[in-house]
Every structure is written in C-alpha cells, then in structure tokens.
C-alpha cells in the first residue's frame, strides 16, 4: 500500500469516526426516549408489578395469557378497529374529494383555500377533544343551542351520554382534524400526474368521471395506500383524544385499547398488565409498519 492509500485509508477512519460522533447524540436521544421505555415496559409485563405491593414476582406469560382472554381487551379492540376504520375512510373519501376541488385549474384564490383547509391539523389534539365536548354539551354546547332555536328539538340533548352519539362525535372530532393531512397527501399526488393525460383524454371525449376512475384513481392509488396505513397506524394508537373528550365512557363505549391499557395500568393499578397491553399494541402496530413500507416500496416502483 502506497502513501496515498494510505493517507485515503486514514482520512476514510478519521471521517467515519467524526460521523459517529455527529451520530451519537441523536443515537442517545432515540434511547433514552423511545428504547429504554420500551424495554422497561417489556421487562415489566413479565411482572406482577403494582405499587400497591411491596415484593414483585416475575409471572412469566401470564399477564399475556389474561389479557388475550380477557372480553374486555378484545372489546377494546373492536372499539378501536371500528373508530379507527370508519374516521380512515371518511378521511380518504373527504380529502380526496377536497384534492380534485382544490386542484382544479380553474378554482381562485387557491393558495387561500389550501391554507384555510389545512389549519384543523394545526390544532393540538386536546384543544380539538376540549372544542368538540363544548360544541355537543347539553347544557351549554352550541349544537342544542341550534337545533332547539329552529325547532328540531324541543329540548337539549345529551350528545355524550350515549354510547352511539359518543362514539360519532368522537369519530367525527377524529375526522374533522384528520382529513386535511390526508388532502395535503392527496393533493401532492395529483400535482404529480401530468395534465397531459387529462388532455388527451378530453380530446378523446372522456367525462370527467372518466377520466377521475381511469386516470386519477390509478395514479393516486399508491399514494392512497401509503397514507391510508400511516394514517391507520396514528389513528389505532389514538390516547389522547378519546381520553380527553370521554375518559372511555359512557359504560366504556369509547374505551379504545390504548385508553383500555391506560385504565389498566393506573386506574387499576396493575402495571404489568398494562405494560402487557402496550406491548401487544406495538406488535400490532409493527405489523401495520410493515405493511406500511411494503406500500411505500410498492409506491417508489410505481413512481421510478
């Protein structure tokens, strides 16, 4: 090896090193923050962990085997499967409709309307949770206040004391601040198709209906799928907002898992179930991630 070599292989290290040093402290962060909570939580839902209890036992697969035959947990999941599938597809039916809108060569003002249409998901979740409890109280929410000035109620109604109406309005505060996440994807995806498609196939004398079923929708479809999983994953893994607005009630019609793991492990007290709770979540999850890169993979293939 010659001094050249040399003195490249040198510069090569020197480099490397000073890499890992500009790596390291985004290394410790992801740590500290995301893999040592993890592996606390995995080393604790083999425990029978309470703070209650002054002596802790290590139980195994137990508190694995109790959730999994638990009613509740796959209640639980069902609550969590419906919210999560009906505020998906109305997002992507919404935001998609909101794209073609706002993507029209002919519409003003666009610039104005993109912004206007993306400030709901400018809103942190807990203020959304707090405006849409206010907006259906049945004392003072808005709503009543409507409904019964014009007559189609007589008198105020409970919104969030039913199971059904509970979990509407919790889909639709869902929904509502969702969906512009979804048209900002969407909207960049059309921006991605070339307007000479469309032109041929206006000459070729194609509806526009046409043209959305034979053009649009293929196009987007990859877009579609990979925001539709991301999407999915966010929604499914939902704490925050149906806490605030219901605390899982009435009678644990909003109880999603996440909520439900929650209520296990500080409402009752049992730790180690609820770590049990959380990691089964993130398998579910990591399943979800999984499909979510194979789209994404399937996207790039579309789009090369």
Known sequence: ????????????????????????????????????????????????????????DVVGLANYA???????????????????????SMQIIIGLAL??????????????????????WLIPTVSVAIIFKWMFNDLYGIL??????????????????????????????NIWRGTPLMLTMFLAGLQGI???????????????????RKITLPLLLPVIMVSGVLRFIWTFNFY????????GGPADATTTT????????????RLGEGSAISIILFIVLILFAVIYFRAKKYQDKIYK
């Open 1 to 56: 090896m010659n001094n050249k070599d040399t003195r490249a292989h040198a510069l090569e290290r020197r480099m490397g090193r000073q890499g890992f040093c500009l790596y390291l402290p985004a290394i410790i962060v992801i740590f500290l923050v995301i893999l040592y909570p993890l592996i606390y939580a995995l080393v604790m839902s083999f425990t029978n962990y309470r703070p209650t209890n002054r002596n802790t």
């Open 66 to 88: 109790k959730i999994l035959t638990d009613s509740e947990f796959w209640a639980a999941m069902g609550r969590s499967l419906f919210f999560t599938i009906v505020s998906l």
């Open 99 to 120: 794209a073609q809108l706002l993507n029209h060569p002919r519409l003003k003002f666009k610039m104005l309307f993109r912004g206007l249409a993306i400030t709901p």
């Open 144 to 173: 009543n206040f409507l409904l019964v000035d014009i007559g189609i109620l007589d008198k105020p109604y409970a919104w969030m004391s039913g199971g059904a109406t509970a979990m509407f309005i919790l889909i639709l505060a």
């Open 194 to 212: 070339p307007g000479d498609y469309y032109e041929a196939a206006k000459v070729d004398g194609a509806s526009a209906w046409y043209s959305f």
């Open 240 to 247: 925050d907002l149906p806490w605030v607005m219901t605390q």
């Open 258 to 269: 996440p909520v439900y793991a929650y209520k296990r492990a500080f409402s009752s007290y």
